[in-house]
């Protein structure tokens, strides 16, 4: 098994700054992919980035290009999401997921953190 813990959730103001992180503990496994999804009130859950281990390649949904980033600390495997440019529509749960396969991430992950809150007030 593998544990995604995440931190770094928070209330900001739009156009703020926020950073998360997730870190794996557990079953380790290679090559794997780790990533974001999120949940806004409402809607679908829906992909935000994710990075392959090994490479550190990226990959990104297109409403966040350019403000989110996606990387990792091999050393200390933990993932990081940087937020900049924040929007009151990137309110949501955010959660850390890993698997095996950048595709297989993309269509349900096989591990999930317990989510972490981001709100961006107006």
């Known amino acids: 098994q593998v544990q995604l813990i995440e931190s770094g959730g928070g209330l900001v103001q739009a156009g703020d700054s926020l950073k998360l992180s997730c870190t794996a503990s557990g079953r380790t496994f290679s090559p794997f992919v780790m990533g974001w999804f999120r949940r806004a009130p409402g809607k679908e859950r829906e992909f935000v980035a994710a990075?392959?281990?090994?490479?550190?390649?990226?990959d990104y949904a297109d409403s966040v290009k350019g403000r989110f980033t996606i990387s990792r600390d091999v050393a200390k495997n933990t993932q990081y999401l940087q937020m900049n440019d924040l929007k009151p529509e990137d309110t949501a749960v955010y959660y850390c997921a890993a698997d095996s396969f950048l595709s297989t991430l993309k269509r349900g992950p096989a591990y999930w953190g317990q989510g972490t809150q981001v709100t961006v007030s107006s």
């Open positions: 990075i392959k281990w090994s490479s550190g390649s990226t």
